[in-house]
């Protein structure tokens, strides 16, 4: 981990540099911009092999396609980020019959940045998602539940910064309550805290205290549950909240062509995405960063 | 001295989103598959086939979802499974035996086709990880669940329970182990978790009088029933019927 930290320092002193042999005049008066790309999935639920959608005859999705989609684009643009919106496990005998040792395995060699956990992360217990940790080397990022009294604590983390380019990436993680999901003797001791309080609080950390130029909340909470129904969605905490710029989902399988847009507290835009499920689809956002505040938007604007 | 004047002048400059692009990336046949990632899950597909494949019983018949009446052959060699497997294991833990069975039609996800009965075949019947659950009843509840039975009109899995129905839905004759259902006596109805915490809007398992939990999925009730028979006999019955 330390080793990884001083990689990331020394290229980041590499690239301040580059900058300044390009000369001081050029630095200060050419606007710069800088394009972030975010790639995500969500719901993957164990689909290792391509898979066909019942009457088609085609073969969608597979990790060894989305390898080569994720490498291609981090030869484009190596200001990539990788995350997942949890419901890793589940769904395929490779689950059954490995517990998600190959789910994290992959994941890890896909280099995958961070995850955050779904309910069906939870289904062989909380100790057989322990169990399967050694086979992780990308970070597992909730900031409401609390596992102080159980064998996951200290082994998730509420948020982690991401620095690529010199622009600071916030993303922290949010999971669905588990009780009526998940058996209590499955998750045992698991806490679940309201979402929307912990969002506000990490969304300032990120923002207000930790500087970062871009929020990005990794959710399990659903899309969003109809009017008629009060339980916590993508769609209403965006609404609910301040100082968060994406919203990536999962759990209710919704596939959104585009990420809806969603005016927070202070009316700014909210972006909140999710691509379906099972490794179909991978979730593709680049921000592109300008230090020019003449052609800068008012928040997030989406050009589509 | 540069370096440092060109990292303050940096971090002067406040970065704004200028540009958000959106794309959808569909992983299609189309896309090449990565060599390295699929040799390296190759040997985990290959044991996982080799498992599944592994023949356990023989079916000299095609069974589909068919339902004949409101029982259906696969649905009741499904709850007479759970029965016959899962009582030793509750009367283990404690000491009592299980009374009936109740699943749900939905809860079956295929047939069974003529010819070899592999895991893989507990796998398409079964592909969710649900566990048998007892939950203990008084009579004046198992009513509840006969009056739900009586009423969705879809054959819902049973063992133990004989339930018959007249030409309007009415309840003719119900009973648990041939006997009739007493109002304070307590039975243990075996069930998934699922249909426990309310599934298939199966809502008069609580409250109850008592509950376990016994760590024993249904797929690995229908591969050690498997494992214990030759040959496959499943057949419609008269336990859940409509008199019309």
């Known amino acids: ?304 | 001295m540069l370096y440092f004047f060109v990292f303050t002048n940096c971090k002067q400059q406040k970065l704004h989103i200028s540009k958000v692009e959106n794309t959808v990336l569909k992983v299609s046949d189309t896309l090449s598959v990565n060599a390295e990632i699929e040799a390296y899950i190759k040997p985990f597909r290959l044991h996982i086939k080799k498992d599944l494949d592994s023949v356990l019983a023989y079916t000299p018949n095609t069974y589909s979802k068919k339902v004949d009446n409101f029982n259906s052959a696969i649905g009741n060699f499904i709850a007479d499974a759970v029965y016959s497997e899962s009582n030793p294991v509750f009367k283990r833990i404690t000491g009592k035996n299980i009374d009936m069975v109740l699943l749900n039609h939905g809860g079956i996800r295929a047939g069974i086709n003529k010819g070899n009965i592999s895991k893989q075949t507990a796998f398409e019947l079964m592909p969710f990880e649900n566990s048998v659950v007892v939950v203990a009843l008084k009579g004046k509840q198992i009513n509840n669940l006969i009056k739900y039975l009586s009423i969705s009109k879809k054959a819902h899995p049973v063992s133990k329970l004989q339930l018959i129905l007249d030409k309007d839905f009415n309840v003719s004759k119900a009973a648990i182990q041939g006997k009739v259902i007493k109002p304070n006596q307590t039975y243990y109805v075996a069930t998934s978790d699922y249909l426990y915490n309310g599934g298939d809007n199966m809502t008069f398992f609580k409250p109850n009088a008592g509950f376990n939990y016994l760590n024993y999925k249904i797929r690995n009730v229908l591969i050690d029933k498997f494992n214990k028979i030759d040959t496959l006999k499943a057949v419609i019955d008269n336990r859940f019927i409509q008199i019309k």
């Not at chain 1, 069906?120 to 597992?140: S, T």
């Not at chain 1, 300032?204 to 990005?216: M, Q």
């Not at chain 1, 759990?251 to 179909?280: A, I, S, Y």
Request: proline letters at 3%; hydrophobic letters at 35%; charged letters at 20%.
């Open chain 1, 1 to 304: 981990m330390n080793r990884r930290r001083f990689i990331q320092k020394a290229s980041a002193g590499g690239t301040l540099i580059a900058l300044g042999n390009l000369g001081l005049q050029s630095f200060v008066s050419a606007p710069t911009t800088t394009k972030i790309t975010v790639l995500h999935t969500n719901d993957v639920h164990s689909h290792i092999d391509s898979w066909k959608i019942a009457g088609k005859n085609k073969d969608i999705g597979g990790v060894a396609r989305r390898a080569n989609l994720i490498e291609s684009i981090r030869k484009e643009n190596p200001n990539t980020l990788l995350l997942d919106a949890g419901d890793i496990f589940q769904g395929t005998p490779y689950f059954n019959y490995y517990g998600g040792e190959l789910e994290f395995k992959l994941m890890s060699k896909l280099k995958y940045d961070a995850a955050t956990l779904g309910n069906h992360d939870f289904d062989n217990g909380i100790d057989g998602l322990y169990a399967q940790l050694p086979h992780a080397n990308f970070d597992f990022i909730t900031a409401n539940y609390d596992f102080s009294n159980t064998i996951m604590n200290t082994h998730t983390k509420p948020y982690k910064i991401f620095k690529k380019s010199g622009i600071k990436i916030g993303v922290f993680g949010l999971g669905i309550e588990l009780e009526g999901l998940v058996t209590r003797d499955m998750f045992k001791e698991t806490k679940y805290l309201d979402p929307v309080e912990i969002s506000q609080d990490m969304s300032r950390i990120l923002k207000v205290e930790e500087n970062c130029d871009l929020v990005i909340c990794l959710s399990h909470l659903g899309y969003y549950y109809g009017d008629n129904s009060k339980k916590i969605s993508d769609l209403i905490l965006a609404k609910n909240s301040k100082n968060i710029d994406l919203i990536i989902g999962g759990h209710t399988h919704t596939f959104l062509p585009e990420p809806t847009v969603v005016k927070n507290l202070d009316n700014k835009n909210v972006l909140v995405n999710q691509v379906g499920c099972f490794g179909e689809n991978l979730g593709r956002i680049d921000f592109h960063f300008s230090n020019n505040t003449a052609i800068s938007g008012n928040g997030t604007s989406l050009i589509v």
